[in-house]
């Protein structure tokens, strides 16, 4: 299992990169200033999935967890995180 880390600004940003063969995708929120995801494309802020809360898990599985994540945040905010993926079968 890879582990990483992840930002995001009031400008709509990559915070995993796509991965074909990944099938679960943990992401954690570390931050208070809310963000807003986007699968596969461009994060728009307060749109799509929306982490608001310091310690914030959330799992995402199969075809969603091979696009790459995008996040956004209010301007002159930034969130940061942690994420996990899975690569093959991983419990």
């Not at 954690?28 to 802020?45: K, R």
């Not at 799992?59 to 996040?71: D, M, N, P």
């Amino acid at each position: 299992m890879a582990k990483g880390s992840w930002s995001a600004t009031s400008a709509s940003g990559q915070l995993v990169p796509a991965n074909a063969y990944r099938d679960k995708l943990i992401i954690q929120m570390n931050t208070s200033d809310p963000c807003s995801l986007g699968f596969g494309e461009a994060a728009v802020f307060d749109e799509g999935i929306r982490l608001r809360t310091t310690g914030t898990i959330m799992i995402v599985t199969g075809e969603l967890a091979r696009k790459a994540i995008y996040g956004i945040c209010d301007t002159n905010k930034t969130a940061t995180g942690g994420y996990q993926e899975g690569l093959g079968s991983f419990a």
